[in-house]
């Protein structure tokens, strides 16, 4: 059975489908996450007093995949499977493409890949995600409650999030074996269907 | 191999993920255990107890419920985070609570944070969430604190 893959993309509980197409959400003109362009200064937050540890966040690469072919498995949990057929990585840390064909989204429950990634210098680093998919009334402002939107609405903003494990080899990538990693994701459907995922590196 | 063209994607704009600082989870667990593994070691540490106060969640540790059961890296003192355990809720909910990240030798500890609440109670809001998390730990790695933040 073939599907819309953004009918998979939901992970975590309680959560309605991702209506396809229902809202702008998805179109790259109605990008709703904050955008901060390309530079690469960390970003840190606080907590609520001081003593509270701060965390901080700096971009290190992206990578658009394209997802091809969307099949279902009817086991008792059903479980998916969508190639990972290629893309371009681009980045401050790492340059170079998705391994045409390598691996694929083989979701069970929520986003579950596996593929690999070429860097520029020839070096493969196996890449496995997880994600967590929500939607939510509106985009989310700081110091502001976000609410969920109800099954039957169209949500304001989808927030999808992955943390993703590397293998890489010994050498330049090694970094990436030993480094926490979380990234946003975007799909869009225009002008080629695919999605987008910008990693950075948890200081 | 199959080969692939690259199609012209378009402008490609940087989506940034914004830290919400959520709340400190103040654990307290066992003396550790390591051994060599065929897959080279394993790093073992029971969960005794712990708890979170805050506007979000208020749970305690539910004690002995699992803990820390990480993999080393070989030759360089990383340990891969891989811990499990449960909370339970001032209401009585019970929450599971997963860490996946890096312990390294310079003090580095981070981890993701998966939680599973119940969607009919006032927990629901962790879940479907990606917690980043920064860890601060006592010499004697028996104290850690975990500090949430929401990745939005």
């Not at chain 1, 995949?65 to 998916?80: D, E, I, K, W, Y």
């Not at chain 1, 949500?155 to 890489?168: D, K, L, N, Y």
């Not at chain 2, 940087?14 to 003396?31: E, I, M």
């Not at chain 2, 909910?93 to 030798?105: A, K, L, Q, S």
């Amino acid at each position: 059975m073939d599907f819309d893959r953004r009918e998979m993309l939901i992970g975590g509980g309680g959560l309605a489908l991702m209506a396809a197409g229902s809202t702008g959400a998805n179109a790259r003109s109605a990008a709703s996450d904050a955008v901060t362009g390309a530079g690469t200064e960390p970003m840190w937050f606080g907590g609520s007093e001081p003593s509270i540890p701060r965390a901080g966040l700096r971009w290190c690469f992206s990578v658009a995949v394209l997802f091809a072919q969307r099949t279902m498995v009817q086991s008792p949990t059903p479980r998916g499977f969508t190639w990972a057929a290629g893309g371009p990585i681009w980045g401050p840390r790492l340059q170079g493409r998705v391994l045409p064909y390598s691996g694929a989204d083989y979701y069970r429950n929520g986003f579950y890949t596996h593929y690999m990634l070429e860097a520029a210098d020839g070096a493969l680093i196996h890449i496995h995600n997880r994600g967590t998919s929500r939607r939510f009334k509106a985009p989310f402002t700081p110091g502001m409650p976000l609410e969920p939107a109800q099954r039957d609405e169209p949500a304001g903003w989808t927030r999808f999030r992955v943390s993703p494990v590397f293998e890489a080899p010994s050498g330049p990538h090694e970094w990436m074996n030993q480094t926490l990693i979380v990234g946003s994701a975007t799909i869009f459907r225009e002008p080629i269907d695919h999605t987008e995922f910008h990693y950075f590196e948890v200081l | 191999m199959r080969d692939f063209k690259i199609p012209d994607l378009g402008e490609m704009k940087r989506q940034d993920v914004v830290l919400d600082y959520a709340f400190q989870l103040k654990a307290r667990y066992d003396p550790p255990n390591a051994y060599r593994s065929a897959k080279g070691g394993r790093f073992y540490q029971a969960i005794i107890g712990g708890t979170v106060r805050s506007p979000r969640l208020n749970a305690d540790v539910y004690a002995d419920s699992g803990g820390a059961f990480d993999t080393l890296q070989v030759g360089n003192g990383v340990r891969n985070i891989n811990a499990h355990f449960m909370l339970k809720a001032e209401n009585g909910d019970y929450i599971y609570v997963e860490h996946v990240g890096y312990h390294r030798p310079d003090g580095y500890y981070r981890v993701i944070a998966y939680i599973d609440a119940p969607t009919d109670g006032p927990y629901d809001w962790l879940n479907g969430t990606t917690f980043v998390v920064t860890a601060t730990e006592s010499s004697d790695l028996r104290d850690v604190v975990f500090s949430y933040y929401v990745a939005n």
